[in-house]
């Protein structure tokens, strides 16, 4: 081994450690192209090396989990011969670099996710962060991530139906673009992302491959940012929607004509990661000729064109017998499409360049034996000064009406219409609730049902507690998904973190872990699958544990979907759920006083599911008019977007012990507030009781106003709080 | 009596101008961009979306599509035709209806709930609206502010080929009421013979008062289709 040799793997992201497994495995020196596929697919992005031990935790099966972790995305029975494909995926770093580029490839990716499972994407959600929106920097960020996120989902007819928007300083830096993506296919058409048979063909389909996004799960997914993230633009891949669209269209073709042994997209790491995880999926070898491949320019080298991320490309295992009719079908769609390989015995992936093997390599070295880490970890000395900072000791507000108009028009909890407009929540006709809702509802066409999906995850819960953090991610978005009426059926994630070498992110990391495995034990909704975003932070400053959770839930009567605005005069207002003194992390304390300190609201997961489960049963027995969830800003911020949703006023009147600011902006877990006809208020009752969730009845719906004791505020006045914030901001 | 829509590369409305016009009891196919007959259609739909990905000018490449020129064959022989959103830009384009689709003011691609008032019912695509119905329609579009020269436009509306336009919740002009700065409101025109309609606002994305906007207006409008289709 050459000094040389070890400075090259390093440039790469490789250790010596590392180094020296791949010089083990092969019994030589890796050739260059060898290293550089070994660089990428055990990046930290590609490999999880660093959180595999702890997503092994994590509850993934279940009655209704056709297919969890490993494939492409989760898959879940919906019914009717029906499953439901989904999966929420990170753009981070790209974003951050070139946000209109880094986002919309972000979507790219994420679609070719569902696409490679064989089912037709039906909707995406986007959950962005965001550093302070008062800096013209993460206005530009802003705009341009959306701008990418409207450019792409609206060329390809998939609609953007939800999703969330949040800031906070930590993100100034390294901000979040995460994307979630649901597909609907036939049970019985499921494709395997692996390579089988020998003999048989493999071919690489849709656009042709560049220089672009070289590097990109190395050099700027598994690494942390600083000075230099500038000149890490080149390693963002661009994208091109109309490719991706026909690359949709030829692929279901495909597969409906039974002419697929196995799919894979390209993503991360490229050809190398679709040629090395078919073959070591299953279990054979592999021959690609790397001439076949379609190139951008003809000088690439071998390195480039098997770590190239260039998008809108699909790997595709066919028989002989049925090459010609793949062929046909790609080009009727006008989709580029070459044989650049076949299917071989044993376990190599032998690749040739120019008439020389440039790499010979045991496929599952790359794909599946990668390294794993068990990095130290840390609870780390200075959460302790954060928690005992309470909120306790902050002035008591003048004007509780003032205070509540503050928190509406807080970028956090404001109407985020300037964003959703820009995407088209419209195409394939299905969507019963778009942006702007608790869950997003999309009927499942030819059934009477539909799909609920929500995403979540707060960060300053995170930062404060990273386990009850990781369980509220999973809390919240089923509360969400439960206001609509919806039952639950599984989660994905995606896991935003600073740098696991640091003792104290990796502690944060497995905690946050361990909260959302609790939950989802609790509230019996597996993971099936996700990802990883490790290296957010920015010149040594680490985001907020940011553990995103994507919610799928299951309305099997699609009519009787709940919405959050009230919308009848005389309806009767209930609390469902109890308000304890939580104040510690709340969107209050940070928009009044910027203040984060304190512990998390507690959560009671066996409240938590005895709540989701009343919300459905209220749903399902058409007792309700409106459901929704309680979190950032709590009964207050609830209560106003539920007038502002139904344009209607309300009279309300709590009985507490509680300090009246404590009472209206408390983030107490495990709440809702519904809305039912007078005459269904004891029915709600029984209903609660029967539960075993607190129920209390609070007021009245009507008026143009929104009064209790402390404040009489015209809805008309909520509204414009509510709504100005973005366009204001963004004007 | 079937109802033929148009499929680009990189149409995206298409099934939805399927299912819409299924919905109203029709019967609709696609017909591929390639193909160089209409295979019977009554009444033909270029329907929305980004054909061929539109880098170019919106429209300016499906124009050349072998389907389109039967599509021109059809129009000039009376058949009712209809350019929903890129099929407006398409038929632009190709010449069968006056005036273009640049980007909208603001610049910004829009999704959102629009008022449209119909101004004149002579063309079939609006023989079941009254002159001055109030429509609720969603538009979802970033090239939709339609232009064209004063010459043109005082022709067009002297001959009521001024079809459909933006106004507010109350059924007045309004610059707050026009999303993208189109010319004086303008949100749909017909040619001058009335049998071709070429709109930005999206009538088949309203046709389920429990999905979407929430609103069933669109039907009018593809359910005048319908009944020229079957004359």
């Given at each position: 081994m050459t000094v040389t040799l070890i400075e090259r793997a390093s440039a790469l992201g490789l250790t010596k450690d590392e180094l020296d497994t791949i010089v083990k495995t092969l019994g030589r020196d890796p050739s260059p192209a060898e290293l550089a596929m070994y660089a990428a697919m055990w990046s930290e992005h590609c490999s999880y090396k660093s959180s595999k031990v702890h997503l092994k935790t994590l509850p993934t099966t279940g009655p209704k989990i056709v297919m969890g972790p490993g494939e492409n995305a989760g898959v879940v029975d919906i019914g009717d011969g029906l499953v439901a494909v989904f999966k929420l995926e990170s753009h981070n770093h790209p974003s951050a670099v070139e946000p209109v580029q880094g986002a919309a490839t972000g979507v790219g990716g994420i679609v070719r996710d569902i696409l490679a499972t064989g089912a037709r994407p039906v909707a995406l959600l986007d959950p962005l962060r965001f550093g302070d929106p008062s800096e013209w920097r993460q206005r530009h960020l802003l705009g341009g991530v959306v701008a990418g996120i409207g450019q792409y989902g609206n060329s390809i007819g998939i609609p953007t139906v939800g999703g969330e928007i949040k800031f906070d300083p930590c993100y100034a830096g390294n901000p979040l673009v995460n994307v979630m993506c649901i597909g609907i296919m036939r049970k019985d058409l499921i494709a395997r992302a692996r390579a089988q048979g020998e003999g048989n063909v493999a071919i690489l389909y849709g656009a042709k491959t560049g220089?672009?996004?070289?590097?990109?799960?190395?050099?700027?997914?598994s690494r942390p940012f600083d000075a230099?993230?500038?000149?890490?633009?080149?390693s963002v891949q661009v994208g091109d929607p109309f490719s991706e669209k026909v690359a949709i269209e030829a692929t279901l073709e495909l597969l409906e004509q039974g002419l697929i042994v196995g799919v894979q997209d390209l993503g991360g790491a490229g050809f190398c990661c679709a040629t090395s995880e078919t073959a070591s999926r299953g279990g054979v070898g592999m021959e690609v000729d790397l001439d076949a491949v379609l190139l951008r320019e003809p000088d690439m080298e071998p390195f480039e064109i098997l770590t190239s991320e260039s998008q809108e490309r699909m790997f595709a295992i066919v028989k002989p017998e049925d090459v010609e009719r793949v062929l046909a079908v790609c080009e009727r769609w006008g989709v580029d499409a070459m044989i650049v390989g076949r299917v071989t015995g044993g376990d190599r992936l032998v690749v040739t360049h120019r008439g020389e093997v440039v790499a010979d390599v045991p496929a599952r070295s790359l794909a599946d034996d990668g390294p794993t880490y068990h990095r130290p970890m840390e609870r780390p000395d200075w959460i302790d000064a954060l928690r005992a900072?309470?909120?306790?000791?902050l002035p008591v507000p003048k004007d509780l009406g003032e205070a509540l108009l503050t928190v509406l028009g807080a970028p956090n909890v404001c109407d985020k219409s300037w964003a959703w407009e820009q995407y088209d929540f419209l195409v394939q006709h299905n969507t019963l609730q778009g942006p702007g809702g608790d869950g997003a509802v999309v009927r499942v066409e030819g059934t009477g049902k539909a799909l609920v999906v929500a995403t979540d995850g707060n960060g300053r819960y995170g930062q404060l507690d990273p386990r009850l953090g990781g369980r509220h991610a999973v809390a919240e978005s089923a509360r969400n998904v439960a206001c609509t009426g919806a039952r639950l059926l599984a989660i994905t994630n995606c896991l935003n973190f600073g740098n696991p070498e640091r003792a104290d992110v990796m502690w944060q990391f497995a905690e946050a872990v361990a909260g959302m495995g609790e939950a989802c034990l609790a509230l019996e909704t597996p993971v099936t699958g996700g990802n990883v975003s490790f290296y957010n932070e920015t010149d040594g400053t680490s985001i907020h544990p940011t553990p995103i959770v994507g919610m799928l839930g299951i309305l099997e009567d699609a009519g009787i979907h709940v919405g959050i605005g009230f919308n009848s005069a005389g309806d009767a207002i209930v609390v469902l759920g109890e308000t304890f003194d939580e104040l510690g992390g709340s969107e209050y304390a940070w928009a009044v006083h910027r203040h984060i300190g304190g512990v998390p609201p507690a959560l009671d997961l066996r409240r938590e599911t005895a709540l989701c489960d009343l919300l459905a049963t209220l749903a399902e027995r058409r007792l309700i008019s409106s459901a929704h969830d309680c979190s950032e800003g709590g009964l207050a911020v609830t209560i106003a977007e539920s007038c502002i949703a139904g344009d209607i006023g309300a009279r309300v009147t709590i009985e507490s012990g509680l300090a009246p600011h404590v009472l209206w902006f408390s983030e107490s877990a495990s709440r809702a507030v519904v809305s039912c006809p007078p005459d269904r208020l004891d029915e709600v009752r029984a209903a609660a009781a029967a539960a075993g969730v607190p129920f209390a009845h609070i007021g009245t719906v009507g008026g143009v106003t929104l009064a209790c004791g402390e404040f009489d505020l015209p809805v008309t006045g909520l509204r414009a709080a509510w709504n100005r914030t973005l366009p204001d901001l963004l004007a | 009596m079937k109802i033929g829509v148009i499929q680009f590369?990189?149409?995206?409305?298409d099934r939805d101008a399927v299912w819409a016009f299924e919905r109203l009891g029709a019967r609709a196919e696609l017909i591929w961009h390639g193909d160089h007959d209409l295979r019977g259609a009554d009444a033909i739909v270029v329907p929305g979306g980004f054909s061929y990905g539109d880098y170019l000018r919106c429209g300016a490449i499906a124009r050349f599509a072998p389907v389109m020129e039967q599509v021109a064959e059809f129009a000039r022989r009376g058949g009712v035709v209809i350019g929903i959103c890129n099929g407006f830009q398409v038929l632009c384009e190709a010449g069968l209806l006056p005036g273009a689709l640049v980007r909208n003011e603001g610049l910004k691609y829009r999704c959102v709930p629009v008022t449209l008032r119909v101004e004149s019912n002579r063309s079939p695509h609006l023989s079941q609206a009254n002159v001055g119905d109030l429509l609720r329609i969603p538009i979802k579009h970033g090239e939709g502010r339609y232009v064209a020269d004063p010459g043109t436009l005082a022709r067009m509306d002297a001959n009521g080929q001024i079809a459909l336009r933006y106004v507010d919740a109350r059924g007045e002009r309004a610059p707050e009421a026009n999303p993208n700065g189109s010319t004086d409101d303008i949100a749909g025109v017909t040619n001058e013979a009335g049998n071709v309609l070429g709109m930005m606002p999206h009538p088949e994305h309203a046709v389920d008062e429990t999905a979407g906007i929430r609103s069933a207006d669109g039907a009018v409008i593809l359910g005048s289709i319908v009944k020229a289709a079957v004359r």
């Open positions: 220089r672009d996004g070289i590097g990109g799960v190395s050099v700027l997914a230099e993230a500038e000149a890490k633009r080149p900072n309470d909120p306790s000791s | 590369p990189g149409s995206l409305d």
